[in-house]
């Protein structure tokens, strides 16, 4: 027997995509109708419904998430972040952080199963697409595996015309994130000429996205997503999973409701309520067989649960042989909310809502910067007084238009002679720099330092105050 032989005969499992070989495996799960499946449904296109108004609906006069990283801006939910807020957006992203890692502690990967927009297009846009114009999985896995007919080509094209379409405004709603629909309805209408960059950019979402769920699809979550290969880490034994309880299960065997019955009466050896009917291993998006254990594959949507139920139905059996449990429960114990790495990631949670919060209550309504511009530090005029060339940078954080005005009110005899003119007005939002030299007088200098002060006036009626040092020659005499 040759080498390629043995491979191809290796009893050793292979991701559920692909073949011994290496070749691609398609899969056809067949849909579960159950409670779990009209619930996920509900929440599937609640979360789709969101996605695309999140970037239409305003709140402060701001997409409710908008992320411009052209302009340096970054909108949720009316809290508006700027390049300039680092403290702010370390304390969300470590918020964020700190949320996903006890969500998965507590409820293992329900977001997989429920909230990813992976699972929800695929399962409740792609997939019904795909199944009301192609029939049922096992008439389109013989059609698929069949010859080129005219009756498979035009159902095909229809198929992928559709999801062309459906691809589109899923990109387009993707880009609305980044620059808002102002922006992009405006290039949607403009010249293609003067926008070519723009429908570039489309052409390479769309087609991304119409490869992922056209084609890619439950791969992306097997074998691309970084969070599956966190689970090992992020799970624990009184984590919430999707298992098969074989404590009840086993030893399985197929058997018709006589001989179940028999076995209730005590006739016959009793055996496990899993009747071995292959519906949970039918019904899996990502092809595993859920009697086999946690596994990496396992994105907790649920099905397997509806399938299974809906068979105990059947041979009158309870529901629940696979269920929402935890490893603990199914050996025995219990499931603790409260343990060790809960508590420690509910308080790194609160740290960070805390200094968020903190933060985000004490952040001022512009944000001011005070440099020096690049060359020499000082200057002498002729006339012996001190001048420093500074630069003010003012960020408009009200959210609406302002104006800003600066001013030196110490040391006595200080004066401040822009370079150009003052007030600047700022929109909401809006960061503009000015430069200015800073004139006083050498007596104010000592040990080659001035402290000056400098006012800066709003529009919106407030001040503020902020020193800065003045450099001058550092002995006497010394000039430059």
């Not at 074998?223 to 919430?240: G, N």
């Amino acid at each position: 027997m040759t080498a390629t032989s043995d491979i191809l005969e290796s009893p050793e499992a292979v991701l559920t995509t692909l073949r011994a070989d290496g070749r691609r495996r398609w899969l056809y799960p067949t849909p579960s109708p159950g409670r779990y499946m009209d619930a996920r449904r509900v929440v599937g296109w609640v979360l789709i419904l969101l996605y695309i108004a999140l970037p239409i609906i305003k709140i402060g006069g701001y997409p409710a998430v908008l992320l411009d990283v052209m302009q340096r801006e970054f909108a949720f939910f009316g809290i508006v972040f700027y390049p300039t807020d680092t403290l702010l957006l370390m304390a969300f992203l470590i918020g964020i952080i700190a949320f996903v890692i006890l969500g998965t502690a507590l409820l293992g990967r329900v977001w997989c199963g429920w909230g990813c927009p992976q699972t929800v297009y695929l399962e409740f846009v792609f997939r019904p697409i795909e199944r009301l114009l192609e029939g049922k999985e096992h008439t389109r896995k013989r059609r698929d595996e069949g010859p080129a007919t005219w009756d498979r080509i035009w159902r095909k094209a229809v198929k992928w015309s559709l999801y062309t379409l459906v691809s589109a405004v899923l990109a387009h709603t993707f880009v609305a994130y980044f620059v808002g629909w102002g922006d992009l309805l405006q290039w949607m209408t403009g010249d293609p000429r003067e926008h070519w960059g723009f429908f570039l950019l489309m052409a390479g979402t769309t087609g991304l996205i119409l490869f992922d769920f056209g084609i890619f699809r439950e791969q992306m979550c097997t074998i691309t997503c970084p969070y599956a290969r966190m689970q090992s880490v992020l799970l624990d034994p009184e984590s919430l999973i999707v298992s098969y309880d074989p404590s009840r299960g086993e030893p399985r065997a197929r058997r018709s409701k006589a001989k179940m019955a028999r076995e209730a009466d005590g006739l016959e050896a009793a055996k496990g309520d899993c009747i071995d009917c292959y519906a949970c291993v039918r019904t899996c998006p990502t092809g595993i067989d859920i009697r086999d254990g946690l596994q990496m594959e396992c994105i907790a949507c649920t099905q397997c649960i509806d399938a299974c139920d809906s068979i105990m139905d059947k041979i009158e059996k309870p529901r629940g042989l696979i269920r929402y449990t935890s490893e603990n429960e199914l050996a025995g114990g219990k499931t603790r909310i409260l343990r060790p790495r809960t508590i420690l990631y509910s308080l790194l949670l609160l740290i960070a809502v805390s200094a968020f919060t903190t933060v985000a209550v004490s952040r001022d309504d512009y944000d001011v910067n005070i440099g020096r511009v690049s060359g020499d530090p000082y200057t002498v005029l002729p006339d012996g007084a001190i001048a420093n060339r500074l630069r003010f940078r003012v960020r408009n954080q009200t959210g609406g238009p302002s104006s800003f005005d600066v001013a030196v009110i110490a040391p006595e005899g200080a004066s401040i002679r822009p370079i150009g003119a003052l007030p600047i007005t700022l929109e909401k939002g809006e960061m503009k720099r000015i430069e200015a030299f800073v004139v006083i007088d050498p007596s104010s200098v000592e040990n080659g330092v001035a402290q000056a002060t400098f006012e800066l006036s709003f529009g919106t009626g407030g001040t503020e105050r902020y020193d800065f040092p003045i450099l001058g020659p550092s002995g006497p005499g010394q000039t430059r």
